[in-house]
């Protein structure tokens, strides 16, 4: 999800009144009314946070500080990856704030990863591609993900195994067969991502694929693609017939 320019928040929140509720809004410019009467499809993402917020601080509205939110962290992407920690240190976000939106974003990612632990993974391929991209894309260091699958290719557990700096990471084939051994897995998919937002695979990577591929195959757990995160949906190696 792309953050609306700066200017576009400007036209959004030109007409709000000093306050920090909802409430002292006019009615047509509710986010709460606007979605009853035109449906969730109608808010910006702004909007949307701010129903979630419901209050702003004294001088500056609800709308205002869900705009602000969605700039610092560069959008809902970016919101539903930060920490505690990067979240307390929004003023106006207290504690019920926090757990109130980390709450929702988590039910996200759920909704996301649940029918991958269901079925096999390749038959929901768009999702597969949507929880990567929400879990990694955006990230400011590369790191090395696997997604550790069952005899029917049902999602088991998807885990970083190792962080890196903003232009490589260093992966272990050894620390990775231990874990799918550990989790009984029978199959693997790579993820890694390229904080550049290129996702085309570098030789690097092609032959960190093979060296994985083939230490995992030595205790039958067969390799089945490798996704690089970047801007945009994941690049998948086998799509590309580098697998």
Do not use: W
């Not at 000093?18 to 449906?39: C, I, T, W, Y």
């Not at 029917?152 to 557990?157: E, K, P, Q, S, W």
């Not at 032959?207 to 998948?236: C, E, N, W, Y």
């Amino acid at each position: 999800m792309v953050l609306p320019p700066k200017a576009d928040m400007t036209v959004l929140t030109a007409d709000f009144p000093p306050s920090a509720s909802l409430h002292a809004l006019a009615p047509a410019l509710r986010p709460r009314e606007k979605l009853r009467d035109l449906g969730p499809a109608a808010l910006a993402d702004a909007e949307l946070l701010a129903i979630l917020l419901r209050t702003g601080l004294p001088g500056q509205p609800v709308l205002h500080l869900a705009c602000e939110l969605l700039d610092e962290f560069g959008g809902l992407d970016g919101l539903m990856r930060a920490g505690q920690d990067e979240l307390a240190r929004i003023k106006g976000l207290g504690p019920a704030k926090r757990t109130t939106v980390q709450a929702v974003l988590e039910i996200s990612r759920r909704v996301f990863r649940r029918p991958l632990s269901r079925a096999p993974v390749f038959e929901s391929a768009g999702q597969v591609r949507d929880y990567l991209r929400i879990t990694y894309g955006g990230l400011e260091s590369e790191c090395f993900a696997v997604m550790f699958l069952d005899i029917r290719h049902r999602l088991i557990a998807l885990e970083t195994l190792f962080q890196g700096t903003v232009s490589h990471t260093i992966a272990y084939p050894r620390e990775v067969v231990k874990r799918a051994l550990a989790l009984n897995a029978a199959a693997a998919v790579l993820v890694h991502n390229h904080p550049s937002g290129h996702a085309e695979p570098s030789p690097q990577d092609l032959t960190l694929t093979r060296a994985m591929a083939q230490a995992l195959a030595l205790v039958d757990v067969k390799v089945l693609d490798h996704f690089i995160v970047g801007a945009g949906d994941p690049v998948s190696m086998t799509d590309l017939g580098l697998l």
